[in-house]
């Protein structure tokens, strides 16, 4: 369970809100019960529960499981697609490992804009499930031409693109990196000349079939992981 509080031996964090109501009211948590918790800060700790409320439970920490994780160095840059769609990205992403999520509005992005909150809860309840004890950093969307402005040369930055580029697979997965990957209608001509303008870019694709904007993402992302994911 994520609590957005620094967690250590001394500490007695309290659970509230939405996770309160969960470990209360579907979990049924009452004092005794074990919990395992992370602060994105210092990583994972056990902890029990010393006193269940209607609203709120307080917890002791018992000792520390885990430190925080280290993120491999990849950012997934993509052009928001529309909700369920969306959501999923940021779900297998944050599974997969990403250090961050980049939403990159493009000439043919259909969503106008995008509800950090709703993602910020994605990425929370992801890293929940997998056991993750590090958030990734949700950055600020921005449009593609800002994106490559301020592009860091250091950082590969990985254009998937159905309509050429040599098979990603195939390549040496460079690190650190960043994947790009377009809307439901794809990256027009003039987005393509700018990005392959950048000395940072390179052209990748992802078989003979041009897949979902969804699938796309996390198919680069796994590739990009196997080589440097762990
Ligand atoms: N119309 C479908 C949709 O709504 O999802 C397909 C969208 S596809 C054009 C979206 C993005 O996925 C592309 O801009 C590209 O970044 C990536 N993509 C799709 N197929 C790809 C392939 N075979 N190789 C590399 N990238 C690909």
């Known amino acids: ?33 074990p919990l395992l918790l992370f602060d994105n800060r210092s990583g994972e700790w056990l902890a029990t529960v010393t006193d269940a409320g209607k609203r709120a439970l307080t917890l002791r920490i018992e000792r520390q499981t885990r430190a925080r994780e280290a993120v491999p160095d990849l950012w997934l840059c993509f052009a928001p697609v529309k909700k369920a769609r969306l959501d999923w990205i940021v779900e297998k992403a944050t599974e997969l490992g990403v250090a961050r999520l980049q939403p990159v509005f493009t000439e043919r992005t259909i969503v106008e804009r ?23 950093e949700l950055a600020e ?36 990196a960043a994947i790009l990957t377009g809307p439901e209608g794809g990256f027009t001509d003039r987005e393509r000349a700018a990005l392959l303008a950048v000395p940072a ?21 796994a590739l990009w992981m196997a080589a440097h994911g762990d």
């Open 201 to 221: 870019v390179r052209h990748v694709a992802l078989g003979p079939r041009i897949l979902r904007a969804e699938t796309a993402a996390i198919a680069a992302t």
């Open 141 to 176: 969307p921005v449009k593609l031409p800002q994106l490559l402005k301020g592009w860091p040369a250091a950082r590969a930055l990985l254009f998937a693109d159905e309509a050429g580029g040599a098979p990603m697979a195939g390549i040496d997965a460079p690190a650190p």
């Open 114 to 136: 995008v509800k950090r909150e709703r993602i910020e809860a994605q990425i929370v309840e992801a890293c929940e499930q997998c056991g993750r004890t590090a958030l990734p």
């Open 1 to 33: 369970l994520f609590v957005d509080q620094p967690l250590g031996a001394d500490t007695a964090p309290t659970v509230e809100g939405a996770a309160a109501h969960y470990l209360l009211h579907v979990m049924r948590a009452k004092p005794g019960d």
